[in-house]
Antibody, heavy 119, light 107 residues
Framework: QVQLQESGPGLVKPSETLSLTCTVS????????WSWIRQPPGKGLEWIGY???????NYHPSLKSRVTMSLDTSKNQFSLKVNSVTASDTAVYFC?????????????WGQGTLVTVSS | DIQMTQSPSSLSASVGDRVTITCRAS??????LSWFQQRPGKAPNLLIF???TLQNGVPSRFSGSGSETDFTLTISSLQPEDFATYYC?????????FGQGTRLGLK
């Protein structure tokens, strides 16, 4: 059974960098896209971007200037960095797997981790 | 960017009711539409993809239909565990986008 688990600091100061890692177990990181999605408290879901198993990336235009995603296939992990954070970046951050098959579907998700931006 | 609009935003129903939620895309997305269920404090759970294909393990009381810009999610007979928030999502083109959600509550 595929499982995804987010990890990283739960509190980040304004203007600093948010860093999260998602560890994939029970399956390979190959042949999938790996996404980050966030959900501000009490609000809806926002797709942040994805990284493919070959390392190609696609970011939401509204976040593109501040987001970097990376992949470590040897550890079956992928990561998210968001720099220059503000209070509006406070959210539960989910990692998720998206299939290569068209149309892609987000079939496995991590449980989510709350990141609060506050001094 | 493609905007996804769900209706209604909230809905009250009883166990055993038949419920329909609609999702409209701001432009054609073919059948690149998924539906998710999210319970409080949990991750979204994929119910349906390709507009009408039931994800493995999802009960058959859930069904989806539609194409191009108009889609529906139907729950044929509500069960107590179905009271949750439902989201549609398009994967036709990036940036992928979600509807604002429909909160399904107990009447």
């Amino acid at each position: 059974q595929v499982q995804l688990q987010e990890s990283g600091p739960g509190l980040v100061k304004p203007s600093e960098t948010l860093s999260l890692t998602c560890t994939v177990s029970g399956g390979s990181i190959r042949r999938y896209y790996w996404s980050w999605i966030r959900q501000p408290p009490g609000k809806g879901l926002e797709w942040i971007g994805y990284i493919s198993d070959t390392g190609s990336t696609n970011y939401h235009p509204s976040l593109k200037s501040r987001v970097t995603m990376s992949l470590d296939t040897s550890k079956n992990q992928f990561s998210l960095k968001v720099n220059s954070v503000t209070a509006s970046d406070t959210a539960v951050y989910f990692c998720a797997r998206m299939t290569y098959a068209i149309p892609g579907r987000f079939d496995y998700w991590g449980q989510g981790t709350l990141v609060t931006v506050s001094s | 960017d493609i905007q996804m609009t769900q209706s209604p935003s909230s809905l009250s129903a009883s166990v055993g009711d038949r419920v329909t939620i609609t999702c409209r895309a701001s432009q054609s997305i073919n059948m690149f539409l998924s539906w998710f269920q999210q319970r409080p404090g949990k991750a979204p759970n994929l119910l349906i993809f390709s507009a009408s294909t039931l994800q493995n393990g999802v009960p058959s009381r859930f069904s989806g239909s539609g194409s191009e810009t108009d889609f529906t999610l139907t729950i044929s007979s509500l069960q107590p565990e179905d009271f949750a928030t439902y989201y549609c999502q398009q994967t036709y083109t990036t940036p992928y986008s979600f509807g604002q959600g429909t909160r399904l509550g107990l009447k």
